[in-house]
């Protein structure tokens, strides 16, 4: 057989860069580039079964033997950095060829110890190799992508929560000028005015309140994206609470001449369990959002039952949606339409947060509307019946009167550090013929009590030195200590933080009542007379 | 071209002008994240528009930028994704060079989208290289001559990189320095 191929010692390196002549008795002539550079020349001259450990086919241990082999051969060569050739062996004329390449390891372990060289320009090793290279590297850079788009977010995050912080802070910062304004207001709105004067007074008000309900909104909204909104959920009537909830709403509406209809005819139990607050806020938002939309024509509430949820529906006859407006519909700071926000004013908060709302108690809010035709507010919400037990102790929605005695026999102190409320108190308590002193801290507050024992105190929480409840403990150990035949001293918190846990606490320190800031001049001589 | 091309030129601006500046060049380039993907492929008209905000910045003429993205692409792909096959490329100068072709073949099989040089060592002494480049696109060259003052550099090699001629194919020379 005479060969087919005459090949220069270049091109048998080219094809097979692992290759290995031997002579007629096995002894290495000439390696190929792969050992040639890892070996620097140290195996020429040496019986090739010296230098290599043949791993296929077995059984192969001498010269003999790989002489007659005519499979794939499989050698490892410890000496070249210990890498794995693959060949076969060839004879021509008094010489044999290992016409081997390298096996390469894709792993990405040794890639540094491999040159172009070591791979046969004959076949894609190579290829196979830099495409499993520069595969994994991409697949770093898309990694480190990845790490910097999550940095990139929680970046934005923190700025984020830093702004709904800020958002908190100015709206506490805004509050309390804004209470004093509004109190004041009303309290003038008792007094002898004009009717110029009453006009621009309740501009005024009505304009405080406005103010209020645009800062409650971000207030609850910073709360809600802080997660820090907790819900109350106690028992209630849901069909007063609803009745109530849009009392407000049903007025507003019969004003504008649009006719109010109201169903809550159900088989829905009396007594849930709910967060009346939420509950309300969603309901009148919704309620107000349909008079203020409609024209003419009606709004519907309606209510179904299925299981546990409740379906409450309120529905007007209003311009209508489209779907643009609709996906925007419950987007933070968005309008239906810019026109809109213009013509009716607003923050855009409203129905943002009743879906959030809806969501934290479990439900929803969904919209449906026709253009031209009207739309449709449906807030679901689990609310399970209340266990019949319990039903006495529900909150009661329906309010005392307010007794417009004069406030003879009532020596009042008012305890707080802020000037501002200080004032505002005093504007009040003088509209209702009831003499206050005024102590600035909870020390002072004490010291002020043991000189002239007032019966009434309004005690502020957060004061540095003595705080509230500890001026309250103290007042109620000196009592304690004192004659027994004394006039109790009532004592009334005044205080933004409205929570259960609040009162509570309040009231475990020796507090009578509790009264929520803003300070509304009904609800502070409801509390007063309530303890006369 | 791939992105890979864009992320060397948007770290050389870095490393010239700073992140800041760099903000403004990539807003002037009209380009966003997305260019900078190394396995994404972009019409050459974007990686113009890139190098040529960078040579606004420079405040240099646009060849004086490609010469320095060839200069910084060798170093940049000897310390980035692309290390590995730098390496394999070759220890020594001539080694590197003989097997440039080989190497922009060898990549096409993962890069299908390239449009490759062909490099082919011509002549090859004590003295230096001749290297014949062969591409489809035109007004590279100063490129190339900074890609190749770049693998000098990497060599440690002292001496000068020149266009041979303005003839076709073009060729460049790689001299020596006599020691
Ligand atoms: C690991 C290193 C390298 C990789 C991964 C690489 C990869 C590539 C790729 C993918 C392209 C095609 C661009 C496209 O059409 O998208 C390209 C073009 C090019 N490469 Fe490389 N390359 C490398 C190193 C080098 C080196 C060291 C030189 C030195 C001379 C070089 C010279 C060129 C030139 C001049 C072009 C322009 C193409 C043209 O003229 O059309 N490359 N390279």
């Known amino acids: 057989m005479s060969p087919v191929l005459s090949l220069s010692t270049d091109e048998i390196s080219g094809l097979f860069p692992g290759y290995v002549r031997l002579s007629a008795l096995g002894v290495i002539e000439a390696v190929g580039p792969v050992l040639t550079r890892r070996t620097k020349g140290s195996l020429i001259g040496r019986p090739f079964m010296d230098c290599v450990e043949v791993m296929r086919p077995r059984g192969i241990s001498n010269f003999d033997d790989l002489r007659t082999c005519r499979g794939q051969l499989i050698i490892r060569c410890p000496e070249a950095a210990g890498i794995v050739l693959k060949g076969v062996v060839l004879q021509r004329d008094d010489h044999f060829y290992i016409c081997a390449g390298l096996s390469v390891d894709v792993s990405g372990q040794s890639s540094g110890s491999y040159r172009f060289e070591d791979f046969s320009m004959a076949d894609s090793t190579l290829e196979t190799f830099l495409a499993a290279d520069l595969r994994r590297n991409l697949l770093i850079e898309a990694q480190d992508l990845a790490t910097s788009l999550t940095e990139a977010r929680n970046r934005a995050e923190a700025a984020d929560k830093a702004k709904s912080r800020f958002l908190a802070e100015i709206s506490h910062e805004i509050r309390t000028p804004l209470n004093g304004v509004i109190g004041i207001a009303d309290v003038m709105a008792h007094g002898e005015l004009s009717s110029e004067q009453a006009g621009r007074l309740k501009l005024i008000r009505s304009s405080g309140r406005t103010l209020e309900r645009l800062l409650n909104d971000l207030l609850d909204l910073a709360k809600l994206e802080n997660n820090r909104l907790q819900l109350a959920p106690v028992q209630i009537d849901l069909i007063a609470e609803i009745r109530d909830a849009l009392g407000p709403v049903e007025a507003l509406a019969r004003v504008r001449g649009l006719d109010f209809i109201i169903d809550l005819k159900t088989n829905s139990p009396d007594h849930v369990i709910a967060d009346p607050i939420r509950l309300r806020q969603v309901l009148s938002n919704l309620g107000f959002n349909a008079v203020k939309f409609t024209q003419k024509g009606s709004i519907t509430v309606s209510m179904t039952r299925t299981g546990d949820d409740v379906a409450i529906t309120i529905a007007d006859t209003g311009p209508g949606l489209t779907d643009k407006a609709m996906a925007r519909l419950f987007q933070r700071f968005e309008q239906g339409d810019k026109d809109v926000s213009i013509r009716y004013g607003g923050s855009g908060l409203g129905l943002t947060l009743s879906r959030e709302f809806a969501r934290l108690m479990g439900g929803d809010l969904n919209v449906s509307s026709v253009l031209g035709m009207g739309s449709r507010f449906t807030v679901t919400l689990p609310l399970p019946p209340a266990p019949p037990q319990e039903a006495a102790s529900i909150a009661s929605s329906s309010q005392p009167t307010l007794r417009p005695t004069a406030g003879a026999g009532i020596r009042g102190l008012v305890v707080d550090d802020n000037p501002a409320n200080l004032e505002i108190l005093r504007v009040m308590f003088d509209a209702f013929g009831i003499e206050i002193d005024f102590a600035d801290g909870g020390r002072a507050g004490v010291e002020a009590w043991r000189k002239n024992r007032y019966n009434l105190i309004l005690m502020d929480l957060q004061m540095p030195e003595m705080n509230g409840l500890e001026a309250i403990s103290k007042i109620r150990q000196l009592e304690a200590d004192g004659d027994s035949n004394e006039e109790k001293t009532r004592i009334l918190i005044v205080s933004a933080d409205a929570t259960e846990e609040a009162i509570a606490e309040s009231l475990a320190a020796g507090a009578d009542g509790h009264l929520a800031k803003p300070l509304r001049p009904e609800s502070l001589f409801r509390a007063v007379w309530s303890l006369f | ?179």
């Open chain 2, 1 to 179: 071209m791939y992105g890979m091309v864009h992320r060397a030129a948007r770290e050389l601006a870095i490393l010239r002008h700073g992140e800041g500046k760099w903000n403004s060049i990539a807003e002037r380039a009209g380009v966003s994240e997305r260019e900078f993907i190394s396995a994404e492929v972009f019409s050459d008209a974007v990686t113009i528009s890139i190098v040529s905000a960078v040579a606004d910045a420079d405040g240099s003429p646009i060849d004086q930028t490609l010469l320095e993205l060839g200069r910084h692409w060798i170093d940049f792909a000897g310390r980035s994704a692309y290390s590995n096959v730098m390496g394999m490329a070759g220890d020594t100068l001539p080694e590197f060079c003989r097997n440039l072709d080989r190497m922009h073949t060898s990549i096409q099989a993962t890069m299908p989208d390239a449009i490759m040089p062909s490099f082919e060592v011509e002549t090859m002494d004590d003295t230096g290289i001749t290297l014949i480049y062969r591409s489809q696109r035109t007004g590279l060259e100063t490129f190339v001559q900074g890609l190749l003052e770049g693998l000098m550099a990497r060599f440690k090699v002292d001496g000068a990189v020149s266009r041979v001629d303005d003839a076709h194919p073009v060729r460049f020379r790689l001299t020596y320095k006599p020691v």
